[in-house]
């Protein structure tokens, strides 16, 4: 499976917002449940497909949501490429 994947605007954008949000009054990273998760994975092809499904499968429910009252809005940003075999 091929991707393009772009850093440049997409990344400096990721972090403006989040230095918006650490820099608004009130901003807590611990009750917000501010994260940032990256783990090295070895996957085939065919894994990688079924890991894409699972997060499809996991954030595509949330999408529909509308603002309501108790509800906040996050941003979730996933980043997948594969990466240099250091084996």
Do not use: C, K
């Not at 994947?5 to 997409?10: A, D, R, T």
């Amino acid at each position: 499976m091929a991707g393009v994947l772009v850093i440049g605007p997409s990344s400096t954008g990721r972090r403006a917002e989040f230095n918006a949000y650490v820099d608004r009054e009130g901003a807590d990273p611990v009750a917000d449940l501010v994260g940032y998760r990256q783990h090295g994975i070895w996957l085939t092809e065919a894994e990688l497909h079924q890991l894409i499904e699972g997060m499809r499968a996991a954030i595509l429910p949330a999408l529909s949501n509308e603002a309501a009252p108790g509800r906040s809005r996050y941003l979730l940003s996933p980043i997948l490429f594969p990466v240099e075999d250091d084996t």
